[in-house]
């Protein structure tokens, strides 16, 4: 305690006492003359002897409770416990208070006075609450306080000239983010043992005491940043902080220049003047921020900070070229120059630093080469250099470390071929080359790397040539290579694209007719190009602001379809050979630029477009008319034309009539003809259309799309038809339509089961099976109306690239995705849904993929519905497809959802390995060579599919791989045909290979049941019974156990490592398993053989029997119809070929 402050005695009333020296002004700290001692302190409490030392600090600390109510921390005290101690935000040494910590408490009253007769009190913070009052002077009676924050309050007035009445003792002072406003008072300066002091993000629009801070010998953070201060030169009386690690003054109206310090940031101000030399010399100096300044100059020559990482002087005016001495920097990752008016060349040892990852030198005046092995020795991640005079080309190791994810070097003089190793460069994200001289063919592999994150690519105004793939990949959302040489068909665009460019090339070919998947494309340019054909009506479907087909060859009609285009502002199809009438749909678009002039457009111009704002929209159309002279000039009037052709109208009927009196008779004759065939062009009311979804069309819409351009496909059960339909307020959408194989007409009976099945299809609502929206019948035909999935099937993204061009390859997460949807929707339809529904056609062309490549279940059902219209034809092609058919299909008349189970782990095997389900060589299928692949190789990394080896996703692939095989199960379980050695879609099967499960899963297993796993991860048993399919979604997550499992092998780092853990004795368990599937497929090899002969000689006998004893006959083919039972499908087949020519040979039937 210092001397110079007096020590009265008190009377025993020291809470009154307190109290009302807390209200006197705080003009009773008096200032002792004597220069150098701090001014004297009355109210402080350090100077008052209290009779009374050992007050209730329990009591206190309820008072404080019920003055400022309740709140988180203090509404639980006295409910906690009686020992105070352990009370939240308390803290005590030898039962003693000690810091109080209530921070986000809400507290709007001042601070007691109370609070400090807790007198070991050494640690307050109160920060984050609602205080509003000025600085809380009271505090000055907490003699022993070394810690005070009051941060993020409402604090207001000025900060108390005698702020040095706080406790001598004070280390850290947090006083930011408060409204505190005038001046900081010289008095701070008088905590000879202050650490910290937080003043930043307040009012203080005053001088700040330099000198008197520069007193405080032991501070290491000092923050003053944000203030508005009164512009001051930089304070070099910091110099004297020699332990200052943290210095903030962002934001405080410096001016002037700026001295030498060890640490600094001093980015956001207005300092002037060249950067000291001192910088680029100190050796300590790691990371110096002095962006966005006005500093001028060079850059020292002469660079030895050798320690610096992050170098940012952006932003400036500062001048010359770059130091040759920055090649020293070899801790440098982050350089950041631009804005800056450098010129000169970049020197060459900056392409050699080791740890560069980010440079920036955009927006000066730089010319010659990139440095020739930038990229090669550094993790290079972003490179922008745009807005430059650099020349030659790309540095040829530009991306050799694969780390490469933007490439901005737009408005330079850029010239030759992009490097080769751009063509690994599976990172890349943004690649902006524009106004350049780049030639030769773009990079192929740019367009289809495997794992490809490209999302932005601008190469417009450049030289490049070459092709496209017939589409691009998925995740593009700009694309823009106008003004350079690609030719060859336009690309079906990527999902989310958002802006395609590519006026001025030569592109050929017609628009796409598909266009459903870029649905979200913003802008389309393809003006200037060689394209030929119609536009497809199935335009309507994009959400375009501007459109510009100008320049091309396009023909046909304008489709009323651009009606729907309700965001389209720009639209230009000037010089093509555009013919027919203005839809007046275009009346609808709020238009701001149109443009079909030289076209060959006739009939009346739209009325709301006949106005001056549209005088130059219609030139060169030489058929167009307008309803009046006030409208558009140089048009004529559509009823003055009309009259000039009167006479030449009249010739035109006379023509007509005479021929119509010639085809009478054949009109006669004709309708004959058309009563016979009334059944194929019946009346439309006797369509009958029944809806599950709320719908914005009728049955009349779906049946004038019914045309042959429409269809889109086949299969067992139907023809599939694309339509686009009307979609509230104005919008459109497609759906698919789907017409059952020779539906024919049906009795009264029939007809309700019909629709009975239809309607209990219709009322499935789950995100992982297609919508059936509508059922449109009648008395000849049905129609099922699904929604329609943009990216297609599964068997289209997996199997059938080199047909439909060069489709982006999913990557395993995309796949495991795909998995895990699926089965969630068939699990739904086995166990949730009301009846059960069993699939029977699983494959991946049944599984439909969305915009977001989530996957969905189609054609559930139909094996249920075809056999109610009772069509043989249909139901002889519902038997599921060859490779993904189960065995017991040759042999059971009914079926059960483990067929399902079945071709569920054949599409597994397809996600895993990419092969199709009938490709397992000239002898197996793909799932009993996946068998033999696991039995006698395991795990090998050759099983799977060559875009999904990257090692992160070896070991979750692998686990798939596996539950594919335990679904379709094992060669021997094949050869018996036992579907119960397979799991159902709820059983939690593959668990065992999830360490969490393992135990509960191994006791389940014992007691038998179906299970279900809960929020928590627990196996349970779970009940069978009725469900409510509206609650589907809730229940997802706690009754299907096999996506659960899925979800398991998912890659997260937890899960990965307990596997590890387990790696070595889950392989010696498969490897004794597969030992023991060794000798059982070796014993069925043997039966097999057994059986052949067996079943061969019943039929000889069978076949000598024929003509003596029918009976014995009889007896033969039973026998042989038992050795056929224990056959493999294929065999079976085989042996019927084999029984067909014996019996041909002896003449029999």
């Not at 923050?223 to 508005?228: E, R, S, V």
């Not at 006379?654 to 004709?670: P, T, W």
């Not at 992982?768 to 009648?778: A, E, M, P, Q, T």
């Not at 000689?1097 to 083919?1117: C, F």
Request: proline content about 5%; hydrophobic content about 40%; some cysteine.
């Amino acid at each position: 305690m210092d001397s110079s402050c007096f020590q009265p005695k008190c009377s025993s009333f020291f809470l009154l006492f307190t109290i009302l020296i807390s209200l006197l002004p705080r003009s009773s700290c008096l200032q002792l003359p004597k220069k150098g001692f701090p001014p004297l302190c009355i109210t402080k409490q350090s100077c008052l002897q209290f009779t009374n030392q050992s007050g209730d600090e329990h009591q206190i600390l309820l008072g404080l409770e019920r003055y400022w109510g309740s709140s988180p921390v203090l509404g639980r005290w006295s409910l906690t416990s009686s020992n105070h101690c352990k009370w939240g935000g308390i803290t005590c040494t030898d039962g003693l208070v000690t810091a109080i910590s209530l921070p986000q408490q809400t507290f709007r009253k001042p601070i007691p006075p109370s609070l400090c007769l807790l007198k070991n009190l050494t640690n307050l913070d109160l920060s984050y609450n609602n205080f509003s009052t000025s600085f809380p002077t009271i505090l000055y009676n907490c003699s022993n306080l070394k810690y005070l924050d009051l941060s993020n309050n409402v604090f207001g007035g000025k900060l108390a000239a005698d702020i040095n009445c706080l406790s001598a003792k004070l280390e850290h002072l947090n006083l930011s983010s408060n409204r505190i406003m005038g001046e900081i008072p010289p008095s701070i300066g008088w905590f000879p043992k202050l650490k910290s002091l937080l003043l930043d993000t307040n009012q203080f629009d005053g001088s700040y005491p330099a000198k008197d801070i520069s007193n405080l010998a032991n501070l290491e953070v000092l923050t003053l940043a944000g203030n508005p201060f009164l512009p001051a030169p930089f304070p070099v009386e910091f110099g004297k902080l020699t332990r200052l690690t943290y210095l903030w003054l962002s934001g405080m109206n410096m001016t002037g220049e700026i001295p030498e310090l060890s640490l600094l940031s001093v980015s956001n101000n207005m300092l002037q003047g060249t950067i000291p030399t001192w910088v680029w010399q100190h050796k300590k100096l790691r990371r110096l921020y002095m962006y966005t300044n006005h500093f001028t100059g060079e850059i020292s020559s002469c660079v030895s900070a050798v320690n610096l990482v992050e170098l940012d002087v952006s932003s400036n005016n500062l001048t010359g070229t770059i130091p040759d001495d920055f090649g020293r920097l070899i801790n440098l990752t982050l350089l950041f120059l631009y804005t800056n008016q450098l010129h000169g060349s970049i020197s060459p040892s900056i392409g050699l630093l080791p740890n560069l990852r980010d440079i920036r030198l955009f927006e000066n005046m730089l010319s010659g080469s990139l440095p020739p092995e930038l990229g090669k020795h550094s993790p290079l991640g972003n490179l922008e250099v745009c807005n430059n005079n650099l020349s030659g080309e790309l540095p040829a190791d530009l991306c050799s470390n694969r780390k490469l994810y933007d490439i901005v070097v737009f408005n330079n003089n850029f010239s030759g071929k992009l490097p080769q190793s751009l063509d690994d460069c599976y990172r890349l994200n943004n690649l902006m080359l524009y106004n350049n001289h780049f030639t030769g063919e773009f990079p192929k592999s740019l367009w289809s790397v495997v794992t490809n994150e490209l999302t932005v690519v601008m190469i417009q105004n450049n030289n490049f040539s070459g092709t496209f793939p017939t589409q691009l990949p998925w995740n593009f959302t700009r694309l823009d290579i106008s003004n350079n040489r690609f030719s060859g068909p336009i690309p079906t665009l990527a999902g989310k694209m958002k802006v395609f460019r590519a006026a001025n090339n030569s592109l050929c070919g017609e628009i796409p007719w598909d266009l459903m998947g870029i649905s979200q494309v913003g802008e389309l340019d393809l003006s200037g190009n060689q394209i030929n054909g119609s536009i497809p009506m199935t335009i309507g479907v994009l959400k375009l602001n501007a459109l510009n087909l100008s320049g091309n060859q396009i023909s046909g009609t304008i489709p009323a379809a651009f009606g729907f285009m309700s965001g389209l502002t720009i639209l230009d199809l000037s010089s093509n050979e555009l013919s027919g009438e203005i839809p007046r749909a275009i009346n609808k678009l709020k238009l701001n630029f149109l443009n079909l002039s030289m076209n060959q457009l006739t009939g009346e111009i739209p009325t709301s477009l006949q106005n001056e704002a549209y005088e130059r929209s219609f030139l060169f159309n030489p058929g167009l008319c307008v309803s009046s002279n006030n409208s558009i000039p140089n048009f004529p009037i559509c009823s003055a034309r009309a009259n000039n052709n009167n006479d030449t109208s009249r010739r035109l009927i006379a023509l007509f009539f005479v021929l119509a009196s010639i085809m009478l008779v054949g009109l006669i004759v004709g309708g004959f003809l058309l009563l016979k065939r009334q059944k194929n062009t019946q009346d439309p009311l006797s369509w009958k259309l029944t809806q599950f979804h709320a719908l914005h069309f009728t049955e009349y819409d779906v049946l004038s799309g019914l045309c042959e351009q429409n269809w889109i496909g086949s299969g067992r059960s139907g023809k599939v038809c694309r339509i686009c339909v009307v979609d509230g307020e104005g919008g459109s959408r497609m759906v698919a339509v789907k017409k059952i194989w020779n539906a024919q007409n049906l009795g009264n009976k029939l007809e309700k089961d019909f629709l009975a099945e239809v309607q209990i299809l219709g009322e499935i609502w789950h995100t992982n099976i297609v919508k059936l929206l509508c059922c449109i019948s009648s008395s000849e035909a049905k129609l099922l109306v699904y929604e329609y999935m943009e990216n297609g099937s599964l068997d289209r993204w997996l199997h059938q690239r080199d047909r439909v061009g060069s489709l982006a390859p999913l990557d395993w997460p995309t796949r495991l995705q795909i998995a895990i949807d699926s089965a969630r929707g068939l699990c739904y339809m086995h166990h949730d849904s009301s009846p059960a529904i069993v699939h029977c056609d699983v494959k991946s062309a049944n599984i439909l993929l969305d915009p977001e490549f989530r996957a969905k279940i189609a054609d559930f059902g139909l094996p249920r519905i075809l056999l109610k219209t009772g069509d043989p034809e249909s139901i002889s092609g519902i038997g599921g497809t060859f490779g993904y058919m189960a065995p017991e299909y040759g042999y059971r008349l009914k079926v059960n959802g483990k067929v399902d189970v079945y071709s569920f782990g054949v599409v597994l095997l397809e996600l895993t390995t990419g092969r199709v389900a009938n490709d397992g060589g000239l002898e197996y299928c793909l799932a009993e060579w996946a068998w033999r692949q696991y039995q006698e190789y395991g795990l090998s990394i050759d099983l799977l599919d060559e875009d999904i080896r990257d090692p992160a996703n070896i070991e979750d692939a692998f686990a798939v791989f596996t539950l594919g095989v335990i679904c379709t199960g094992s060669v021997s379980d094949v050869v018996k045909a036992n579907s119960n050695a397979r799991p159902q879609m709820v059983q939690p099967h593959p668990f065992g290979d999830c360490p969490k499960f393992k135990d509960q899963y191994a006791a389940l297993k014992k007691k038998g049941g179906t299970a279900a796993v809960a929020a928590n991860g627990d196996v349970l048993k779970r009940p069978r019974g009725k469900t409510n399919s509206k609650l589907d979604k809730k229940r997802d997550a706690a009754s299907i156990a096999l996506q659960e499992t899925l979800h398991c092998m998912m890659t997260q780092k937890e899960v990965r490592e307990e596997r590890k853990c387990q790696g070595k004795e889950l392989q010696t368990k498969i490897y004794l398993e597969l030992q023991t599937k060794k000798l059982d497929m070796e014993e069925a090899a043997k039966r097999r053989k057994l059986d052949m002969k067996e079943a061969i000689q019943s039929m000889k006998l069978a076949i000598e029997a024929t003509n003596a004893d029918t009976k014995a006959k009889e007896v033969a083919l039973a026998i042989m119809s038992v050795n056929l039972t224990n056959m493999s499908l294929k065999r079976r087949i085989w042996f019927a070929n084999q029984q067909k020519e014996m019996f041909d040979q002896e003449g029999l039937n």
